[in-house]
């Protein structure tokens, strides 16, 4: 009897053949087993990628996938939904048992809008995360939350116009029952919505386990307002703080790990007094923008650069890679986002090492002057050769072209890389619209045995052709590594 042929590893399967839900019935069919069968022993991430990836409704995806999801995004248009379509969804997603975490982009009819999330919400009863940002959601549909998911602990509003200081204190206390509501919540971003400072003060005072605060539009605290010291468990924060308060954060919020000074509304046109966030006894993750420091380098912050794990840096001119590895030399994630750099062609100092770091991403905007003030590409190779952990790489080049320009995120840095060994401790490469890569850079990679890459995702790189890219899969089917495409 001849046997069954092998069912190849999920991960590559999952790659190849899902990327719609017809054909991954075929693929089941060849392998003998059903697609539920497959479904199910699928990782989680696996799942969730698949719903995100498919080129199917959001309503197909859930139809299929509902018994099995514990988080899921709803895309969609307020014009496309039906009464038909409603009940669609609300009996799928009272099915779904296992379901925690939900995100929902629906745009269109306002009215019809908000009448099919409050009938979402109404079917979910055991949320723990929910994402309604950049959507018609008001303070009604608040109240709705609050009654039917009591055991809410993440929410973000971002960018819904209509949620107001009411709606804020309605998801506390619903009705006259005083124990009912969400009263659990740990995360909480409410930038850009109708809030104000007050419905700031009521959050903190509401919910004394709100580690997440995230409200960027508002400046905090309010002028006059008198905070008691050490009495708030905030971990993070996100929103402009005043001058003043700045010198005084660490009696507010002793907790916190992680600032976010990268924001709108305040400039620290004087030497701020960043020195205060040393006494600050758990921070260990940082954002700063030039547009707030203008004059001001970032020697500032050498007394707490040593603390500091996590750095991300917005919009900063004449960067200097070694300069960053000094004054954080302890950085285990670094995100350079928008900024100009500086590229001497001095001897890079031998100091300058970042040996724990784990993650770099590089996203890198113009137009630019020079091809020098894009890219220092040796400054780049040297830092990350002395990265002996690092794990995870993204570079996204998104800007106006020039051919000289083009030119320094190609295939000779990919190269320059693999010489230097860095891709030996790499786990991860994302590539996003690199357009100068092809396969004369990528391949050798793949290839490389010494390397440790395992998840590797080309992003609308154009450079790439369709010969290139069944290259790319059949070398990576041979292996164990996942491939993620996107054009």
């Known amino acids: 009897m001849p046997r069954r042929k092998p069912v190849p590893s999920l991960r590559s399967m999952c790659l190849r053949c899902f990327r719609s839900f017809e054909r ?3 693929a089941s069919q060849q392998q003998g087993v059903t697609v539920n ?3 199910r022993r699928l990782p989680l991430s696996i799942v969730e990628d698949l719903v995100q990836s498919v080129p199917s409704s959001s309503l197909e995806a859930l139809q299929f996938l509902h018994p099995y999801l514990r988080k899921f995004a709803i895309f969609g ?3 496309e939904l039906t009464e038909q379509l409603i009940d669609q969804y609300t009996s799928c997603l009272k099915t779904s048992k296992g379901l925690r975490q939900l995100g929902i982009k629906v745009s269109g009819d306002v009215l019809v809008t908000q009448r099919f999330m409050g009938a979402v919400l109404r079917s979910t009863t055991k949320l723990v995360k929910l994402d309604v940002s950049e959507s018609p959601f008001d303070d009604a549909l608040m109240e709705a939350l609050a009654i039917s998911c009591p055991a809410l602990q993440d929410l973000n509003v971002s960018k819904c116009k209509h949620v107001t200081d009411v709606g804020l204190i309605t ?9 009912s509501g969400c009263r659990n919540i740990t995360h909480l971003n409410v930038s850009s919505t109708g809030l104000t400072s007050d419905g700031v003060l009521f959050a903190l005072h509401g919910w ?5 605060l995230d409200a960027d539009m508002l400046v905090f605290p309010p002028e006059g307002t008198v905070l008691p010291s050490g009495t708030y468990k905030l971990q993070t924060i996100n ?3 005043r001058y003043e308060s700045l010198e005084q954060i660490h009696h507010l919020f002793p907790n916190l790990r992680s600032v976010d000074l990268s924001n709108y509304g305040v400039r620290y046109e004087e030497t701020p007094p960043v020195g205060a966030l040393g006494q600050l006894q758990f921070l260990e993750e940082l954002s700063i923008d030039a547009e707030n420091f203008p004059s001001h380098g970032l020697d500032i912050f050498k007394p707490l650069g040593s603390r500091i794990k996590i750095l991300e840096l917005y919009g900063y001119h004449h960067v200097d890679l070694a ?3 000094i004054v954080f030399p302890n950085l285990v994630r670094l995100v350079l986002f928008g900024c100009h750099f500086e590229n001497s062609g001095r001897r890079f100092p031998i100091e300058a090492e970042l040996p724990k770091l784990r993650a770099f991403m590089f996203f890198r905007l113009g137009p630019y002057q020079s091809v020098e003030e894009s890219f220092p590409a040796d400054d780049f190779c040297n830092l990350l050769a002395t990265c002996k952990e690092i ?4 570079l996204t080049s998104i800007q106006v072209w020039t051919p000289e320009v083009i030119d320094t995120l190609s295939n000779a840095l990919l190269i320059r890389l693999l010489n230097r060994d860095v891709f030996r401790h790499l786990r991860e490469l994302q590539l996003w619209y690199c357009h100068r890569f092809t396969t004369r850079g990528i391949l050798p990679i793949v290839n490389n045995s010494d390397s440790g890459l395992k998840k590797l995702g080309l992003h609308h790189c154009d450079g790439l052709s369709q010969d290139d890219l069944q290259d790319i899969e059949q070398i990576i089917n041979r292996g164990n590594l996942d491939l993620t495409l996107r054009y």
């Open 77 to 79: 248009y307020g014009e």
């Open 323 to 325: 300069e960053v590895a």
């Open 239 to 241: 929103f402009p703080i």
């Open 391 to 394: 794990e995870f790489l993204e």
């Open 208 to 212: 004394p386990n709100l580690s997440k």
């Open 171 to 179: 998801l506390y206390c619903p009705g006259d029952e005083m124990d």
């Open 37 to 39: 069968s497959l479904i």
């Open 24 to 26: 991954l019935e075929v």
